[in-house]
């Protein structure tokens, strides 16, 4: 589970904040209109608060509106939207307030992920477990059957899953052999359960709104999907349908909301999309009102360990244990008790909150990734993918995913080349492009 440190300590929801300390205690903060901080009430939380009974939390993870986490023992526990039952929790609560235990069958459970109203998570020995809302195919089960317990799902010549990832209304698995299938929106038709978007190659991956991006084991960002707001770094407003690579060297990656985030070994961070701090300390009032469209280095002096984006904030872990965040803050979510939008980072939590791996286990760790980790723990297929590389299946989606068209209208674009050098010397654009354009 090495693998897996940087990436699933801290999370974010639409508008809440989640991490886990070094005494493996949950904090959150941010909206609480559905219990998602988890704190036993429904009222916005301005600063971390501990989340009731999680003393013995392993990893966290956020869908829009509610919260999941995995214990040290492999349990699985959710709280916040559980509207129709769809935590998996039962459907005695619409507003589950504090967390509980979701039933796995018995199983184990290494990763999970949640979208706006679906849930995945994938047990020790590899198998997909996917609930929830179901309209578009998310569940990846071929059908638009809503469920509301988690139901294992199988994957097309039975490989087994190692991370997954969710958007709004589509589903993405990382499997054992670094092979990257989807489901959903944009993906699927009824009938049809998983496609294949990335062959080999891959260790991580993540979702924002309606764009994704992965991590290749030689450290290159692959993204693709929604790019209203230049979400995926290609220096373009237009949809991206196949993974396309917008940077290399990276050890992490981020995405929620229209923005996405990459860190090196170094601890530098590079973002793009909706919401971008600047790349200096100037402070603006509304950060979520700027997009860039290209990696830009952001101004973190002590670098990222971590990073986890929200719709327009995103939390950051200090290459000290420290905690960070900036962006749209009506919530609360930046966590400084305050509800005024954040342009720069604010700490809100001391060095030494978030265990931080020693410089040589972090990066082993971050190199091998979550897939690596698997085969470490399977020997006997890593031969087999030793000698692989990124491999992307041809052919688009077979739907455009929505572009949330109208959530930005007027929002200027800063368009950048790689070095930061201005592409035009007006600098902004006016704005992003339509669905009828």
Not at 35 to 63: H, M
Not at 128 to 138: F, T
Not at 167 to 176: A, C, K, N, R
Not at 201 to 206: E, K
Request: with cysteine; charged share 15%; proline share 5%.
């Amino acid at each position: 589970m090495a693998g897996l440190h940087r990436f699933c300590r801290v999370a974010a929801g639409g508008a809440h904040s989640l991490l886990v300390t070094e005494r493996a205690e949950v904090l959150a903060w941010g909206s609480n209109s559905h219990g998602q901080v988890g704190n036993a009430s429904v009222e916005d939380i301005l600063f971390p608060t501990a989340v009731v009974e999680s003393g013995r939390a392993q990893f966290v993870f956020a869908g829009r509106n509610s919260s999941m986490m995995i214990d040290v023992d492999g349990y699985l526990w959710a709280w916040g939207c559980n509207d129709d039952g769809m935590l998996g929790i039962g459907s005695g609560v619409a507003k589950q307030q504090v967390p509980a235990r979701v039933e796995t069958n018995g199983k184990r459970i290494r990763h999970a992920a949640g979208g706006w109203g679906h849930f995945l998570a994938v047990t020790e020995d590899g198998e997909l477990l996917s609930w929830g809302h179901n309209e578009y195919g998310q569940l990846g089960d071929g059908t638009q059957q809503k469920r509301r317990t988690p139901t294992p799902t199988p994957l097309p010549g039975d490989v087994r899953a190692t991370v997954v990832a969710a958007g709004s209304y589509h589903s993405l698995v990382l499997t054992e052999t670094g092979e990257v299938l989807a489901a959903g929106f944009g993906y699927t038709k009824a009938g049809q359960q998983f496609l294949q978007v990335i062959r080999t190659g891959v260790t991580m991956v993540v979702s924002g709104t309606s764009h994704n991006l992965a991590l290749t084991k030689t450290g290159t960002v692959l993204a693709w999907g929604a790019n209203d707001h230049g979400q995926v770094g290609n220096g373009l407003l237009d949809f991206q349908p196949t993974p396309t690579a917008v940077e290399r060297q990276q050890l992490i990656i981020a995405a929620g909301g229209c923005q996405s985030f990459c860190a090196n070994e170094f601890y530098f961070v590079k973002a793009w999309g909706h919401g971008v701090v600047p790349v200096d300390d100037r402070s603006y009032d509304c950060p979520a009102r700027y997009s860039v469209a290209e990696p830009t280095e952001l101004f973190i002096p002590d670098g990222a360990f971590a990073i986890a984006a929200g719709d327009d904030h995103a939390v950051i872990v200090g290459s000290l244990g420290q905690v960070g965040c900036y962006g749209a803050n009506m919530c609360g979510q930046v966590g400084n008790d305050s509800t005024v939008d954040m342009g720069r980072i604010m700490q809100v939590l001391p060095g030494g909150t978030v265990e931080i791996l020693s410089a040589e286990a972090r990066l082993a760790a971050a190199m091998k990734g979550p897939t690596e980790q698997y085969m470490l723990d399977n020997p006997a297929e890593e031969s087999e993918r030793r000698n692989s590389g990124v491999v992307l299946t041809l052919g688009p989606p077979a739907e455009r995913p929505p572009q949330n068209v109208g959530e930005g209208g007027g929002v200027p674009i800063i368009m950048r080349q790689a070095a930061g050098v201005p592409i035009s010397q007006d600098l902004v654009s006016h704005g992003p492009k339509t669905a009828s354009e």
